[in-house]
Structures are given as C-alpha cells and as structure tokens.
C-alpha cells in the first residue's frame, strides 16, 4: 500500500465536506519506515535546538499610526465587523481569549503588539474548519496576520480554505500547541514564522483529521513558505494538488514524521531550496506522486528514514544538498501498485550533492527501492530507461570495507545491495567520490 492511497481518499472528503486534513503516513512497504518515530524520542535525537531569533513576534514590530486598537478584554470580531474592509487593527499586549473564529475581512491587517496573544484555552469544537483566524468558502482576500501568538486552538489556529480566499500575508506569528497550525490558500505568503507543537491528541490515530500537523495546503498554488521554523508538530502536514509552492530558507525539524511533504501533485512545479531539515520521524524531504521539483542547497542532519525520498514521481532534480546522518541519502521508490493509475518514478537526477551515510544498522547512501513488482516490471527501471540517475556525488562512509546493512560495503541499493565498484558499474557516480 502507498501512503498516497489515503491522501486521495482523504482529499475526496476535503473538497466534498473538508472535515480537516490531508493524507496520512503509513507504511508503503517493508522496506520503508513502518511508523514515524514517536515525538517524544525526538526531543533527544540530535541537536535540540532554540528557536531561531529572526521567526516569530518580533519588539521591533510596532502598531502602525491609525490602527484601531483592540485591548484584551474587547470583543475583536465586533468591531471587525463595525470597519470597513481593509481596516489595520492593533492587537494591544495581552491574553486576548478566543471561543469562536475570528472572520476577516479582505484587506484586513491584524498586528499584534509586541506581547499579544490569541489563547483558545476552554474552547471546545469538533468543527475542523474553526480557527483563530477563518475563511471558509468565502472570498477573503489580501488580509495580513504579524506579530501574534496564536495558541492552543481546539481546531486550526489559521484556516483559509482554498475556494475564494487567497493573497494573505502570515508573518512573524508564533503558531503553537493547535491542532493544525495553518491551512493555507493559493497565492500565501508565509514567512518568519514559529510553527511548533501543533499535534493532534493521537498522532498514530487512524483518522488522519485527528492527527495534526504544522502546516496544509490543498489546491493552494503559488504560495512561499520562506524563513520559517516548522517543529515538533504532528505527521499531518503536506502540500496536496498544488503548483509553485515553494520552501526557501526554513528551518523544519524534530517533527513527527515528514519534514517537508508534497504528495499528488501533478503539476507541482515546486522548489525546495536552501532549508535547514533535521531530526523529523520519517523523510527529511519527500516528493510522492507529483511532477516536477527542483530541490537544491539543502542541508538534511539525522532523519529517521530517507534525507530526500521520491516516489511515484517524475522530473526532480536534487543537486548541491548537504545530506548527513539520515538512515538513508537521495531513494527513489517505486510502487508498481500504483502503475496502473498512471504514476511513475522516471527521469529523476541526483547530481553534486555531499553523502555523509549514518552509522545506522540500517544506513545507506543512495539508491532506487522497490515493492510489488515482478521482474519484468522492474526492468526498464534497472536498465536505465526510466532515467533515474546519481551522478557526481561525494560520498563519505563509516568504513570503505564494511556496510552494516549489506556488509562488504554494499551501502548503495540498487536491485540489492552495491558496493562503489559495483555502483559505478551500473553507471551511477562514474565521476563521483567516496571517502572514509
């Protein structure tokens, strides 16, 4: 089974009656992850790190001149409602509690003074589509959301749903301890924001609703996620059926499972660029049943599964990454159940990219997977028709001698286990390197 199946099962309920999220995370085949590692281990995996300077409420950031003030103990939707659209309202410092959604307007600004905080604490719904902040097939457009807390949300703490509701502007907010941090709309710009802890009451649930996660998208193109620190948050966070969504420059770790997740997305046209991805459950980066991405200058530290992985998805080229310590380097995985509905995992290059391999019992470099699939199945895959290609890649080993999954230095998969000289007989990495 592909972990995609449930994202499209999941994305038929999203655009029919949207209970809440996207695809689910479990296990594609043995010879993947069986569960992400739960959050409670993570904390202790690798570097624990403070949270960046630059993300989150800032001092710096002040009320502009001719905002309308909103002290703590005033009703904010109230006079939302009583302004015309494209009012600037200042959150004064202060817990401000929220018990129902706060409905913009299009060309609303909400800044928060340095100190405000929007706590749903004692609010109860099982409306997934209720949040701090809410548009829900309505068209709300160009509104901004700087300088706020948003915590503790029974549901979203942002939801904008994709029909009619797109040009907001998510900037320097700490999102924290929801049970989905944002959804987001076409055309988002999301930047130096603190997205933390946002994690359902059972991230294992079988309901993927329940799960939680930082961030989701679904039809949602065009949108940036730029210079965010995304942590600690639920298995549930992905980019589904979108085109132009980019990452540049976040910081993404300790969270559940995926770091960075696009599934189904046929035309994705994504960027992955200059990220730091670290310590996540499962795949620092994973591209799964999409087409098109160009994923480059990212450092990938210490993932419990694959650094980037690519499955069922075609046209990725993955160059000038830092990938160090993860179970696995760059995998192409290939699902030959999926075959039929017309997916794929060709012309894929990986290309100047440094492999540090872990020393995990089950560590290895790079390499091509499969499961359900018959020899003939496999051929043009192994044969080099399919175009799945590593070349000019470093690589650096624990031991040149000794691989601890295959031994004999076979840390390189392809229709089993390869040491460098069998590697580079296939035609992988002929100009490559390897070093202890």
């Not at 409602?81 to 307007?105: E, M, N, Q, Y």
């Not at 499955?311 to 990454?321: F, G, K, P, T, V």
């Not at 031994?407 to 998969?413: A, D, E, I, Q, W």
Request: some cysteine; overall charge negative.
């Amino acid at each position: 089974m592909s972990h995609h199946v449930t994202w499209r099962a999941y994305v038929f309920l999203l655009l029919s009656c949207f209970p809440l999220l996207l695809s689910g995370p479990a296990a594609i085949a043995p010879v993947r992850s069986l569960s992400p590692t739960p959050l409670s281990m993570q904390t202790a995996a690798g570097s624990n790190a403070a949270p960046l300077k630059t993300v989150g409420p800032q001092a710096t950031i002040t009320c502009p001149d001719g905002a309308v003030n909103i002290a703590a103990d005033q009703p904010i939707q109230r006079l939302v409602d009583s302004s015309p659209a494209s009012t600037t309202f200042c959150l004064r410092a202060g817990v401000h509690r929220l018990t129902s959604s706060i409905r913009p307007k299009s060309g609303n600004t909400f800044v928060g003074e340095y100190g405000a905080i929007l706590d749903g604490t004692g609010w109860s719904t099982d409306d997934g589509t209720q949040a701090a902040f809410r548009a829900h097939n309505e068209d709300i457009d160009n509104v901004t959301i700087r300088n706020l807390v948003i915590r503790n949300m029974p549901q979203h703490g942002i939801q904008a749903y994709y029909w009619m509701s797109d040009h907001w502007t998510i900037e320097y907010n700490e999102i924290a301890s929801n049970k989905v941090g944002l959804e987001f709309a076409p055309d988002f710009t999301i930047r130096n924001n603190y997205i933390h802890h946002n994690v359902g009451s059972n991230p294992s649930a079988s309901d993927p609703a329940e799960r939680g996660g930082g961030y989701v998208g679904v039809l949602a193109d065009n949108t940036t996620f730029d210079s965010n620190e995304i942590a600690y948050n639920g298995p549930e966070q992905k980019v589904g059926r979108s085109a132009n969504v980019t990452f540049r420059n976040n910081f993404v770790h300790h969270n559940v499972s995926d770091g960075i997740w696009y599934d189904t997305n046929p035309k994705a046209g994504a960027v992955i660029e200059g990220n730091r991805v670290e310590d996540n459950g499962r795949d620092g980066i994973s591209f799964e049943a999409s087409i098109g991405a160009t994923i480059r200058n990212n450092t990938v530290r210490r993932n419990a599964d694959a650094a980037v992985f690519i499955s069922m998805s075609q046209n990725a080229q993955i160059y000038n990454n830092s990938l160090e310590a993860n179970v696995g380097g760059i995998e192409y995985f290939l699902n030959c159940d999926s075959l039929p509905s017309g997916e794929d995992v060709k012309n894929n290059a990986a290309y100047d990219n440094t492999v540090v391999v872990g020393t995990q019992n089950s560590a290895y470099a790079n390499g091509f997977k499969s499961t359900s699939c018959t020899s003939g199945q496999l051929t043009p895959y192994l044969n080099g028709a399919k175009k799945l290609t590593f070349s000019h890649n470093a690589y650096r080993l624990p031991s040149p001698a000794f691989g601890l999954l295959w031994g004999s230095g076979r840390y390189f998969l392809w229709d089993g286990g390869k040491n460098w000289n069998q590697w580079q007989a296939l035609g992988h990495d002929v100009e490559g390197s390897l070093s202890q």
